[in-house]
């Protein structure tokens, strides 16, 4: 079943930063969609929780070097 | 044997595409340093020629959205 989780990422000052950490969680699997903002400090994903845990995305934003928390 | 390879990489705009860029080559069995520049679009890295190619490296960039050529 799809859910939602949004998280507070901070780091991310460009859109190249925006397109690596969505790129990133696209790669994992049951990630559908991710949208991600550096002026607000947010990443969105859309995901399937029989796959995918909003942990192992934040492992996954980390590993680039960003702090991530929350959802 | 450590090798050196500097590639041209585009679309790095920031510190933290910069970040992101190292760390994800860093992950690469065999990749030893990494220094990257968004000012020079460039990637320098020094790598172990029997375990990671440069292909393996630019294809590792360009799945982050970054192009990557040279080396």
Chains 1, 2 share one sequence.
Do not use: F
């Amino acid at each position: 079943m799809s859910e939602t989780v949004k998280m507070t990422v901070t780091g991310m000052t460009c859109g190249g930063c925006e397109n690596a950490v969505k790129r990133t969680l696209m790669k994992l699997d049951g990630v559908e969609t991710v949208s991600a903002s550096h002026s607000e400090n947010a990443v969105t994903a859309v995901y399937d929780s029989s796959r995918v845990t909003p942990d192992a995305m934040k492992r996954a934003i980390e590993a680039l070097g960003y702090s991530a928390a929350g959802g």
